[in-house]
């Protein structure tokens, strides 16, 4: 009894300790106008399932409130290409993604690093993948995850409960 005691008390401390990071865009790593942008974020130790994604700026003459661009989206994609219409914002700066709970769109889950959106034509910054190779970033979206998310995709683990946690709580039979 005792050892099923603890091993749900660590399940729950993992889930609650877990943390979602939006990894892009960011200072160095921006957006340009109209056109196709990745969005990545860190969904292998979020605690979250879903969440709906909101394009904000410090500049209320820019955008006097979060625009919501994309309603529900799943923890477990890691990353998403975000359409020309979604990003259809005023080149400048200020700009922040923020994750928040889909019923209430003032709890903020994530945040990212402010971040500029450059002017339509401008070129997408110089990423490094995690085998080294330099490039540029690209409008296509599957070129697109792979250079910005620096191979995360191969690194697909779907998130929500934890195998411990489903151990403990006897969802999963060893």
């Known amino acids: 009894m005792f050892r099923r005691l603890a091993l749900t008390c660590a399940a729950l401390l993992s889930v609650v300790s877990g943390q979602l990071t939006i990894t892009s865009p960011g200072a160095n790593d921006w957006w340009v106008a109209s056109s196709v942008n990745t969005l990545a974020w860190s969904c292998t130790t979020s605690p979250y399932l879903n969440f709906t994604i909101l394009l904000a700026n410090s500049d209320l003459s820019v955008l006097p409130a979060p625009l919501a661009i994309i309603a529900v ?24 993604i923020q994750f928040a709970s889909t019923l209430n769109e003032t709890d903020i889950y994530a945040q990212s690093q402010p971040f500029e959106i450059k002017a339509l034509g401008s070129s997408y910054p110089t990423t490094t993948s995690s085998a080294g190779s330099t490039s540029t970033g690209s409008a296509s979206a599957g070129a697109a995850q792979a250079t910005k998310t620096g191979g995360a995709l191969a690194e697909y683990v779907p998130v929500g409960m934890s195998m411990v946690a489903a151990l403990a709580l006897g969802l999963v039979v060893a």
């Open 73 to 96: 989206q799943q923890n477990f994609d890691c990353s998403e290409s975000i359409t020309q219409q979604q990003s259809a914002q005023p080149a400048g700066s200020g700009y922040v």
